[in-house]
């Protein structure tokens, strides 16, 4: 059969490299019976015959001979005299097969083949594309940054395949270049006025997850799972991890010899301080562990309303809150808990305290020395007993003990 433009189309199929051979062959088929349906009324004696390989095909149409004027259907008979001047030797009841020229259908009816025949291979691709990619949600991908604009990076796969990095999804600090290679997790995969869009993500909790993955051999394997995560893109991030192997310390396997295997993944997320816990069931340990690098003083739970009192050291509140508040909102995600920070004022009380030396220019020194005697060294430590404790455990007076009682309170009012 003559090549003509409707088998151009026949690149497109070699060009498709995901899309089987039957599925292609039946693609053609369908368009090319439905050429001949329009042009004959029924396509049931026609055979298509397609070949991907050469990039051709040929339509034959099969009719049976019949005796000159016994010719009832067009379409499936012909006459004996009209059967022999194709091949002399047929006879009456044999079947003839014609080859089917395609220039016969006229040009408009190819032209509106070729169409129809583009088309059906575009969405074959869009279908094994969108598959493809829906299969692959919550992986990492990396594309070649094409173009970048305002609202969001156009990247492409491998295979040319465009991919969306909206500005939602970037690390605050992303900044990337034409040409230049980036990882991300696909988020999400839909169609868009029939056309597949692929959505990828730097700040959502998978990508994290994945880097951790490659990163850690041990969770991997699945030795070590990761409970929980939740991300401050750009800022900090906590991983809730927990080993099934008693013998592997799930924080220092993702951590690595001197931070070897966080150090990659802190870099690939713009200087994310990354906090690896060990995960409990235990909720007060879980809360003191996500509040990392704060230290916990005392805290008082609502295991019914989720809530959590905790209570710190002055000096450790503001790690508790962190930077524009990052830590205790991860802290809380983290646990389900809504968790409030409160100066422990015992603590802050406790923390100011004077050496009984200080007071020599008010109190004797051999009261200071007797005082020291029962192990009363500092100014706190005289104020938390009685003065009858005092009195009874040295050799005082308990007018001498209420003047020094007096003296050490009068500092810590003052403060």
Request: aromatic share 6%; glycine share 4%; with cysteine.
């Amino acid at each position: 059969m003559a090549s003509i433009n409707l088998i151009e189309s026949f690149t497109e199929f070699k060009e498709a490299e995901n899309i089987d051979r039957p599925t292609l062959m039946k693609v053609l088929e369908d368009v090319f019976k439905t050429l001949l349906r329009k042009k004959y009324g029924s396509d049931e004696n026609f055979d298509v015959i397609v070949n991907t390989e050469k990039g051709d095909l040929e339509i034959l149409r099969r009719r049976t001979i019949v005796a000159d004027g016994e010719v009832e259907d067009e379409n499936a008979q012909i006459a004996y005299s009209d059967a022999i001047k194709v091949e002399p030797d047929y006879q009456v009841g044999e079947d003839l097969y014609e080859e089917v020229e395609i220039q016969d259908f006229g040009r408009r009816a190819i032209l509106a083949a070729k169409q129809t025949l583009s088309a059906r291979i575009g969405d074959l691709k869009k279908n094994i594309l969108v598959k493809k990619y829906a299969d692959r949600v919550g992986e990492i991908v990396t594309g070649e940054v094409y173009q970048v604009w305002k609202k969001e990076v156009l990247l492409l796969d491998d295979e040319g395949n465009e991919l969306i990095l909206p500005k939602s999804e970037q690390i605050p600090t992303d900044y990337f270049k034409k040409g230049e290679n980036v990882r991300a997790v696909v988020k999400k995969v839909e169609l868009k006025n029939n056309a597949p869009l692929i959505i990828l993500s730097r700040t959502h909790p998978s990508f994290l997850a994945k880097l951790l993955e490659i990163e850690v051999p041990e969770i991997f394997d699945g030795l070590i799972v990761i409970r929980r995560i939740v991300r401050e893109p750009g800022e900090r991030a906590k991983v809730a991890v927990e080993s099934y192997d008693d013998r592997i310390d799930p924080v220092g396997a993702c951590v690595g010899m001197k931070g070897s295997r966080i150090h990659g993944i802190v870099r690939e997320l713009r200087n994310e301080n990354i906090d690896i816990i060990n995960y409990t069931a235990n909720i007060q340990l879980l809360i003191q562990r996500a509040l990392t690098p704060a230290k916990i003083s005392r805290q008082e739970v609502d295991n019914e309303n989720k809530y959590a009192a905790v209570y710190l050291k002055p000096d450790q509140v503001s790690l508790a809150i962190g930077k524009k508040g990052v830590n205790i909102k991860l802290a809380c995600e983290l646990t389900g808990y809504e968790i409030d920070v409160f100066r422990d004022e015992e603590m802050e009380q406790a923390e100011f305290d004077v050496d009984l030396e200080e007071f020599a220019d008010e109190i004797e020194e051999w009261i200071i020395d007797e005082l020291k005697r029962i192990g009363c060294d500092t100014a706190r430590s005289v104020l938390d007993l009685t003065t009858e404790e005092l009195v009874r455990r040295s050799d005082l007076e308990e007018e001498t003990v209420r003047d020094v009682r007096r003296i050490l309170q009068e500092e810590f009012d003052k403060e």
